[in-house]
Nanobody
Framework: VQLVESGGGVVQPGGSLRLSCAAS????????MGWYRRSPGRERELVAT???????YYVPSVEGRFTISRDNAKNTLYLQMSSLALRDIGVYYC????????????????????WGQGTQVTVSS
């Protein structure tokens, strides 16, 4: 099982980036997937998830700006990010999970058992 992220880089405020997570060793459509972010001085936190069927969930800070999607034929997960801001700076990781659980305070990726190595996103003018 391997997850390899790519697509990070330096972008100006208001710009866009598309992150990719190439999965190997398992069929992507058998799992729920998620994107996480570790910002400077903060713990790693969830950004977005997608169920096996493709239903997305976004944390409020990225809702309307980020789009999570999957191409099962290419076995690749994506995160399209737009209107990037300083608060979006961090290392972005993709993760594999068993499912997505939703409760009163939001949703989370359950049963996470694989992580990528991360890709750095920097927003700077």
């Amino acid at each position: 099982v391997q997850l390899v992220e790519s697509g990070g880089g330096v972008v100006q405020p208001g710009g866009s980036l598309r992150l990719s997570c190439a999965a190997s060793g398992f069929p992507l459509n058998d799992y729920a997937m998620g994107w996480y972010r570790r910002s400077p001085g903060r713990e790693r936190e969830l950004v977005a998830t997608t169920t096996k069927g493709g239903t997305p969930y976004y944390v409020p800070s990225v809702e309307g700006r980020f789009t999570i999607s999957r191409d099962n034929a290419k076995n690749t997960l994506y995160l399209q990010m737009s209107s990037l801001a300083l608060r979006d700076i961090g290392v972005y990781y993709c993760a594999r999970g068993e499912g997505v659980g939703c409760y009163g305070n939001g949703c989370h990726l359950s049963g996470v058992d694989a992580w990528g190595q991360g890709t750095q996103v920097t927003v700077s003018s």
